[in-house]
Each structure stands twice: as C-alpha cells, then as structure tokens.
C-alpha cells in the first residue's frame, strides 16, 4: 500500500499493508491517493508500403505504436482499415480515417504491381479469350451448316 505522511514533507513510499494499516492507525500517516488522472494511450498510426524482396512486392500494413506502454505491432489484409480494431492498454482503438485513406490508397497501387495479381487477370484475361474463341466458333459451324443445308439451323448436334 502507498503512503505518505500527514503534512506532505515526504514523497510517497510502498509499504506492507499491515504495516500502512499501523501507520494510519496510530495517525502519522495516510493513504496515499494519486490526483494525478491516468493518462490515457496515444496510438500513433502509420500506413507503410510493403518491401519488394526478389521482385515480389509485399503487401501495404499499418503500423501502430502505443504511447501508455510502448507496445507496437502491425495489421495487414485487404480490408484492415475497415475491420481491424487494436487493443492497448485496457482500450481499444480503429484506425483513424486519414490512415484509413492512405492505406487504401497503398492498397489500390499494391494490386496492378504484385505479380500473383497480374498473373490473376492474366489467366483470368486467357479465359475469356478461349470462351469468345469458341462462341465464334460455334456460330461458324453454326453460319456453315445453314449454308450447306438452306435451313435455319438453332444448334449444332455433335
């Protein structure tokens, strides 16, 4: 328990709790009770772009760091600008809009430069070349059957 003496000549200093109890008990000293309100934490944010090892680029993350205890960390994904809340210090926290803008800007640069997303609307782009490839083709054979039989042809039985 801390306590101080009855003027305040002295700084407050912990002691045994019977011992305190004695203290205050025999009238020489008191509780000592802080007015100092509890500072609350500063998180301070910071959205980073990722590192590029061996030409792949990391994804964007947004860095935190807590004023009340020095802890930091870090938040990545898509959306953990929108999603992810950080917990310190008996509180937690969002991510400030102005970071939130800054890591969606990070975000949206990120995409068109990772090569798993180029490779993504690569494919994805080779896909549906095949499928308009074999539409036309089929209404050739379709166009062909029509003019060799001079009838109107729906489907084409294979």
């Not at 002691?15 to 203290?23: D, F």
Request: hydrophobic share 30%; with cysteine; glycine share 6%.
């Amino acid at each position: 328990m801390k306590v101080v003496d009855v003027a305040e000549q002295h700084p407050p200093f912990d002691v045994p709790s019977g011992l305190a109890q004695s203290l205050i008990a025999a009238g020489t000293h008191k509780q000592y009770v802080s007015n100092k309100p509890k500072t609350q934490q500063q998180l301070t944010w910071k959205a980073c772009r990722g590192s590029e090892y061996n030409g792949v680029l990391e994804p964007p993350f947004i860095f935190y760091r807590c004023s009340g205890c020095s802890n930091s960390g870090q938040i990545s994904g898509p959306t953990c600008h929108r999603t992810q809340t950080v917990r310190c210090c008996g509180s937690q926290a969002k991510v400030p809009d102005d970071i939130a803008e800054q890591f969606a800007k990070l975000r949206k640069e990120y995409e068109p430069n990772n090569r798993k997303y180029q490779k993504a609307v690569q494919q994805a782009a080779q896909y549906e070349e095949k499928k308009r490839q074999a539409v036309l083709e089929q209404e050739r054979r379709l166009l062909a059957k029509e003019l060799r039989t001079g009838t109107s042809v729906t489907a084409i039985e294979d």
